[in-house]
């Protein structure tokens, strides 16, 4: 069964305790975003009912570009199992999402360095139809990188940070 990066069985890693509201199981709120690999990248479905509208029968805009940030971070993160976070993220938006309608959502890493890496994705229609597209930059952090500016962190966050670095095994 395809997991989200919280919601990982081999490792347990902040799985019963992740809020995430791109992908925690248990978030009553959120989107509970399920990711499994796709070709070069990694996707998931996505349904979502009126409780995440803007007008009648549309997605709010700001949702569409939570699901696009968390499928990149998902991808960021399931290809070199090391914790990153958002430092830009530019949407482009095809044509509204509806309420009730199925979609995909797919992300691939476009470049990275030892410090950050690049990812594009985009959610779709079955038939194949743009709703929006993004590319994102994200920052890694590193082992290394927290034991530099982990002092400037919550103690609670650099420990789940360390404990989700290479956990994930889905696809090894």
């Given at each position: 069964m395809p997991e989200s990066a919280f919601n990982d069985?081999?490792?347990?890693?902040?799985?019963?305790?992740?809020?995430?509201?791109?992908?925690?199981?248990?978030?009553?709120?959120?989107l509970?975003?399920?990711?499994?690999?796709?070709?070069?990248g990694f996707g998931t479905r996505i349904k979502l009912g009126a409780d995440y509208e803007?007008?009648?029968?549309?997605?709010?805009?700001?949702?569409?570009?939570?699901?696009?940030?968390?499928?990149?971070?998902?991808a960021v993160y399931?290809?070199?199992?090391?914790?990153?976070?958002?430092?830009?993220?530019?949407?482009?938006?095809?044509r509204p999402m509806e309420t009730g309608a199925e979609y995909t959502a797919h992300a691939e890493i476009t470049k990275r360095d030892a410090l950050s890496v690049r990812?594009?994705?985009?959610?779709?229609?079955?038939?194949?139809?743009?709703?929006?597209?993004a590319d994102g930059t994200f920052h890694l952090l590193t082992d290394e990188v927290l034991g530099t500016y982990g002092t400037r962190l919550p103690t609670e966050l650099v420990?789940?940070?360390?404990?989700?670095n290479r956990t994930v095994t889905q696809g090894d």
């Open positions: 069985s081999a490792s347990g890693a902040a799985a019963d305790t992740a809020n995430c509201f791109g992908c925690a199981p248990h978030n009553p709120i959120g509970r975003l399920v990711f499994e690999e796709e070709g070069n803007s007008f009648p029968g549309v997605i709010h805009g700001g949702i569409v570009a939570a699901i696009l940030d968390e499928t990149l971070a998902q399931r290809s070199d199992r090391i914790s990153a976070f958002t430092t830009g993220l530019r949407i482009r938006y095809g990812a594009s994705g985009e959610i779709r229609l079955p038939g194949g139809d743009l709703v929006a597209a420990d789940a940070l360390r404990a989700s």
